[in-house]
């Protein structure tokens, strides 16, 4: 496997933590009378790894993704756009939590042909 692959994966990831972490603070401020949805802008992101997926990225603009994603910073929402939902916070959370489970284990399943071919044996 590739090291770029491998840095779309941990891109992905992440990607998804972040999501889960976010709604996961947002679920907790539910209960407080006039409390808004922080919101991360995550398309940045998100275009990058599509741009990967589709050739037009590199490693090295994946590594520079990596950065990116640790200095996001929720933000409070506008009133229109955020209001707090509970139920849109926790099926965020549960497609974040799926989504990361997914890519877990397909990378373990990688890494298990990798152990595979190189040992002979499972």
């Known amino acids: 496997m590739e090291a770029s692959t ?5 891109l992905s990831m992440g990607l998804q933590q972040l999501r889960a972490e976010l709604a ?5 401020r539910a209960g407080t009378p006039g409390a808004r949805a922080h919101t991360i802008d995550f398309s940045g ?3 990058l790894l599509a ?22 910073v929720p933000r409070e929402g506008n009133e229109e756009a955020a209001s707090l939902s509970l139920d849109t916070q926790v099926a965020e959370m549960s497609a974040a939590s799926m989504n ?3 890519l877990g284990e397909a990378l ?6 990798m152990r595979l071919a190189v040992t002979g044996r499972s």
Request: proline letters at 0%.
């Open 6 to 10: 491998l840095d779309a994966v941990r």
């Open 24 to 28: 996961s603070g947002n679920i907790a």
């Open 45 to 47: 992101i998100e275009g």
């Open 51 to 72: 741009a990967y997926g589709d050739g037009r990225a590199s490693g090295s603009e994946l590594r520079l993704g990596l950065a990116e994603l640790t200095a996001l």
């Open 100 to 102: 990361y489970q997914t």
């Open 108 to 113: 373990s399943r990688q890494f298990g042909l």
